[in-house]
């Protein structure tokens, strides 16, 4: 499975952006696709997953302001994100877990977001 994530951008604090990663490859191994983020000198953080069947689940940091989607038709998992704030800035990734792994096992390379205060 093959991930490309776009989207990202400068984008003013308060405003909104919304990340598309589209999957490739063998995608009907794919059980859930998520999204995780790494802010400058910060370690990977967990962001929202939806799983083929559409059950979400969000980090505290994330409820309330993000909303992930999946479109299975399209093979492609969105990230909304409103109200931005500087903290959001930082490299947003997707990712995607096979049936049966616990891990994820397949990664987007990436898509820089940078909000400006």
């Known amino acids: 499975v093959q991930l490309q994530a776009y989207g990202g951008g400068l984008v003013q604090a308060g405003g909104s952006l919304r990340l598309s990663c589209a999957a490739s490859?063998?995608?009907?191994?794919?059980?859930?696709m998520s999204w995780f983020r790494q802010a400058p000198g910060k370690e990977r953080d967990f962001v929202a997953s939806?799983?083929?069947?559409?059950?979400?689940s969000y980090a505290d940091s994330a409820k309330g302001r993000f909303t992930i989607s999946r479109d299975n038709a399209k093979n492609t998992v969105y990230l909304q994100v409103v109200s931005l704030k500087p903290e959001d800035t930082a490299v947003y990734y997707c990712?995607?877990?096979?049936?049966?792994?616990?891990?994820?096992?397949?990664w987007g390379q990436g898509t820089l977001v940078t909000v400006s205060s």
């Open positions: 939806v799983t083929s069947t559409g059950t979400t």
């Open positions: 490859g063998r995608t009907g191994d794919t059980y859930a």
């Open positions: 990712a995607a877990r096979p049936w049966g792994s616990y891990k994820w096992d397949y």
